[in-house]
């Protein structure tokens, strides 16, 4: 195989953007905001350099048993429970973390079921929507786009969801303090990786690696080489990803969080185009009142989903992937605005995406995070056969 070229235009670019808007938070904010963004560029970066994803991942296992990515996104959470339930155990006093809370109740079990059919049909999760963007993949702009107008319709409805049954927020540290909460959450845990070991194996005989690429040519690079341009395996995703995660708990005070910041810009700009945004509630007080009335680069997801998407897009062209695509079928049109709508809309009901609901969710010890787990990766399931019946995947072969 032709080894690929560093895009050096689009890497001189991408590292003019990253300096020119850290000095810009520094100046016009403070140090945090440059920090919080530079969070987001290395976030991207891993992303990218691993393909790291939820929606793909999931894909592979519920069509083919192929477990890699499943396995790879439970040892993450896994990890960043170790992080996390001591901080929010207030182990460490001097440091301030807040959990990723949500309710458990009908809008998070709706909101995430209608979040996996999205995430299917649109071809992304959060994360994976921004770092493909970065990329250079143009249908995930069609993607973001509906991410917004669903996040932003959702955040209009979401006080009568929240109006339908729930017990509330539930924490696992709370309950039952942070060590007792953290044993059952491994318990959990490794139940879920044998299981989706075992499954593999069943029907595939052998386990893809995590701990090295599948690409021969990748694993024959010099070690710098392969952290500067890819491609890397899962694994070192997982220790970036919990890294950088870790880095955001520490500066910002809560988990990594990605779909708030695309209600708030569609709300925003429905606003500033003359849209009554007087009856809902969702923006009327709190961080989203605060957040509404001042400049994106203010808000800690905003800046940090900009870094994303500027990361991945220095790490495509450091591997020689960036390339847009010049035509995009009607099919793939279709289904990435539907699915965009879906994983707005709900993303905001159930609190959060595969970001902010289950990965922070899960890892700070919320009960929501659990719930959404099971619900979208049931959606992911009626996505996955929505498209094969619409004729956008192949068919399962057994």
């Known amino acids: 195989m032709e080894q690929r070229r560093p895009d050096i235009t689009v890497i001189t670019l991408s590292l003019i953007g990253i300096l020119a808007i850290s000095l810009l938070l520094q100046h016009e904010f403070a140090l945090k905001q440059a920090l919080l963004f530079l969070v987001g560029t290395g976030l991207g970066i891993c992303l990218m350099h691993a393909l790291f994803g939820f929606s793909g991942g999931w894909r592979f296992f519920i069509r083919d048993r192929n477990s890699a990515s499943v396995r790879a996104q439970i040892l993450l959470l896994a ?57 250079g993949h143009v249908d995930m702009l069609i993607t973001l786009t509906f991410f917004i107008v669903g996040a932003t319709l959702g955040s209009a409805h979401l006080h009568w969801w929240l109006a339908l049954p729930s017990i509330g927020k539930v924490s696992l540290i709370n309950e039952m303090g942070w060590m007792p909460g953290l044993l059952l959450q491994f318990l959990v845990l490794a139940s879920l990786y044998f299981l989706v070991r075992h499954l593999d194996i069943k029907k595939n005989t052998s386990l893809k690696s995590i701990t090295h690429h599948s690409a021969k040519q990748g694993n024959d690079k010099p070690l710098v080489q392969k952290l500067v341009s890819g491609p890397w395996p899962l694994l070192w995703a997982i220790l970036g990803l919990a890294l950088f995660n870790l880095f955001t708990m520490l500066l910002a ?22 849209g009554d945004i007087s009856t809902w509630q969702y923006w009327a007080d709190g961080y989203p009142a605060r957040a509404l009335g001042r400049s994106v680069l203010g808000d800690t997801t905003s800046i940090m989903d900009f870094g994303v ?33 879906l994983l707005g809309y709900g993303a905001r009901l159930a609190f959060g995406c595969n970001i902010g609901a289950l990965l922070g969710g899960i890892s700070s010890g919320s009960l929501h995070g659990w719930l959404w787990l099971v619900a979208a990766f049931c959606g992911s399931i009626l996505g996955i056969r929505i498209k094969i019946w619409t004729g956008t995947d192949k068919p399962v072969r057994d």
């Not at 182990?91 to 973390?97: K, N």
């Not at 209608?114 to 921004?130: A, E, I, K, R």
């Not at 005070?253 to 003359?274: C, D, E, N, Q, V």
């Open 253 to 274: 005070g809560h988990p990594w969080s990605i779909t708030f910041a695309f209600g708030l810009w569609g709300t925003k700009i429905w606003s500033a185009l003359g």
């Open 79 to 135: 990890l960043t429970s170790i992080l996390f339930f001591p901080i929010l155990g207030n182990v460490f006093p001097e440091i301030t973390g807040h959990a990723a809370m949500g309710p458990v109740g009908v809008s998070v079990l709706v909101g995430a079921f209608l979040f996996g059919v999205g995430m299917q049909l649109g071809g992304g999760c959060g994360s994976g929507t921004l770092y493909t963007v970065g990329w």
């Open 309 to 341: 998407i500027i990361g991945a897009m220095l790490a495509a062209a450091l591997a020689g992937k960036f390339a847009p695509e010049a035509i995009i079928k009607r099919k793939r049109v279709i289904t990435a605005i539907i699915g965009g709508l």
